[in-house]
C-alpha cells in the first residue's frame, strides 16, 4: 500500500487580492458546475495509477475553496474514501455557521483559514475583504463545530511596523487555534502589487526588521506552547498539517483542477492553468498536463533532501544517496555554523533555519 495525498484546485474568488499571483476565476456558477465536471473526468484518468494505495489526507486549495458550495464538495468527496485529514481553505468574510455545518457534514474535519493579519490597516493594503473582527468572529465560529482550525499570518507587508506584527501575534494566541502558517509577503508577477513593486519595495519591513519579526514569531508561538515543527509552521496539541508534511518528506500527491501540481513515481506535473483548456483536454480523453519533468536521481536526492531540512525534526543522511559532492557542500555549511550533526542526522541551527534559502541554493 502507497500512501498519497491529493489536492484539489477550486480558484473561485470574489476578488483577487492585489498580491496574488495564483490562478483564480470569478465566483460564478456555470464555471464551478464546469470544474466539478472537469475534476470528476480527471479522476477517473488518474484513479488507475492509486489502486495500490489510499489517500491520507485532502486538500481543497484555492482561490477561496469555501466558495465552491458544499453540495459540490460533497460529489468530490464521494469519490474518495479517506479516514484522514480533509482540509478546506476559506477566507473568513465567507463563513456562516449553516455553511461551515455543511461543510463539516460533508467531511471536512479542518479547516484552513486566510487571515494575513488582524490589523485592520495592513488588511486594507493587503485589498482584503475582511477586517480583523471578521476574522476573529470566523475563527471563534467556525472552532465551534470544526475544532481543527489553522490560519495563515502574513509579514512583510508594505508599511508594516514590528509593533503591528507583535499585536497581531498577541491577538492571535487568543484565538481556539490548533496550527498556524507564517508567509512572508513577496512581490509576484502577474500581480497588481508588482504593477506598483518600484513604490511598494520602499515600504516594506528591511531585512533585519524580517528577521526580527521571524523571531518575535518563534518566541512568542513557543512560549505560549506551540511546537514549531517546520520552518514556518507552528501547532498545538500534536496537530501538525498532514498534508503539508506529505510535502516535505517527498509523499506522493495528485494535483487535480487547473493549475494544480503533482508529485508522482518521482515526477513533478502541472496542469494547464486554462479552465476551458482544461475542461476541452479532458474531453478528448488526455490529461491536462502542461509541464512534467523527472530529476537525475542525484539532483532529486538532493532536491527531497532539502525540502526534508524544513523541519525541524532534522533528517537522517542514511535515507537520502548524496553524492560525495553534495555531503563536502554539508560539511562546508557545518563549519558556518548553518547546520549541526549529531550521528547521521542533521539539522538547522537557528543562524540556519534564519538562512535557509542560501542552504537551499549551496546543496540545489
Same mark, same amino acid.
Given at each position: ?77 464521494? #469519490? ?6 480533509? =482540509?478546506? !481553505?476559506?477566507?473568513?468574510? $465567507? @463563513?456562516?455557521?449553516? *455553511? ?52 495563515? #499570518? ?6 508594516? =511596523?514590528? !509593533?503591528?506584527?507583535?499585536? $497581531? @501575534?498577541?491577538?492571535? *494566541? ?191
Amino acid at each position: 500500500m502507497v500512501d498519497f495525498s491529493l489536492y484539489i484546485h477550486l480558484p473561485f474568488c470574489s476578488k483577487k487580492c492585489d498580491y496574488c499571483h495564483f490562478y483564480v476565476l470569478p465566483d460564478k456558477e456555470v464555471y464551478k458546475d464546469q470544474l466539478l465536471e472537469g475534476l470528476q473526468k480527471e479522476w477517473s484518468l488518474v484513479m488507475p495509477f492509486t489502486q495500490s494505495g489510499r489517500p491520507v489526507s485532502i486538500y481543497f486549495g484555492g482561490g477561496t475553496p469555501s466558495l465552491f458550495g458544499p453540495d459540490r464538495l460533497r460529489e468530490l468527496l464521494n #469519490l474518495w474514501e479517506c479516514d484522514g485529514e480533509i =482540509t478546506l !481553505e476559506a477566507n473568513p468574510e $465567507t @463563513l456562516t455557521r449553516e *455553511l461551515v455545518q455543511a461543510y463539516a457534514d460533508s467531511g471536512i474535519n479542518r479547516l484552513s483559514l486566510g487571515v494575513q493579519s488582524l490589523d485592520d490597516a495592513l488588511l486594507k493594503t493587503l485589498s482584503r475583504t475582511h477586517n480583523a473582527k471578521k476574522a476573529i468572529d470566523a475563527v471563534c465560529l467556525a472552532a465551534e463545530i470544526i475544532p481543527n482550525i489553522s490560519i495563515d #499570518l502574513m509579514y512583510d507587508i508594505p508599511t508594516q =511596523t514590528k !509593533e503591528q506584527w507583535k499585536s $497581531t @501575534l498577541k491577538k492571535a *494566541l487568543t484565538l481556539p487555534i490548533q496550527h498556524i502558517s507564517l508567509y512572508n509577503l513577496t512581490i509576484e508577477p502577474q500581480t497588481v502589487f508588482y504593477k506598483y513593486r518600484e513604490q511598494l519595495q520602499k515600504k516594506v519591513p528591511n531585512e533585519n526588521d524580517s528577521r526580527q519579526m521571524y523571531q518575535e514569531a518563534v518566541t512568542t508561538f513557543t512560549d505560549a506552547g506551540f511546537h514549531h515543527y517546520e520552518i514556518s509552521a507552528f501547532c498545538q496539541n500534536g496537530k501538525e498539517s498532514v498534508h503539508n508534511s506529505g510535502y516535505w518528506t517527498g509523499r506522493p500527491f495528485l494535483g487535480l483542477g487547473p493549475s494544480a501540481f503533482s508529485y508522482w513515481d518521482g515526477a513533478r506535473m502541472r496542469n494547464i492553468a486554462h479552465l476551458n483548456k482544461y475542461s476541452r483536454l479532458l474531453e478528448e480523453g488526455k490529461r491536462p498536463i502542461d509541464f512534467q519533468e523527472k530529476l537525475e536521481p542525484d539532483a532529486q536526492a538532493r532536491e527531497l533532501f532539502v525540502i526534508a531540512l524544513r523541519l525541524l525534526r532534522g533528517v537522517s543522511l542514511s535515507e537520502f544517496p548524496l553524492s560525495q559532492k553534495s555531503l563536502s557542500t554539508l560539511d562546508e555549511l557545518i563549519r558556518q555554523g548553518l547546520l549541526t550533526r549529531s550521528k547521521d542526522r542533521l539539522h538547522m541551527t537557528p543562524l540556519g533555519i534564519l538562512h535557509y534559502d542560501t542552504i537551499a541554493s549551496e546543496l540545489i
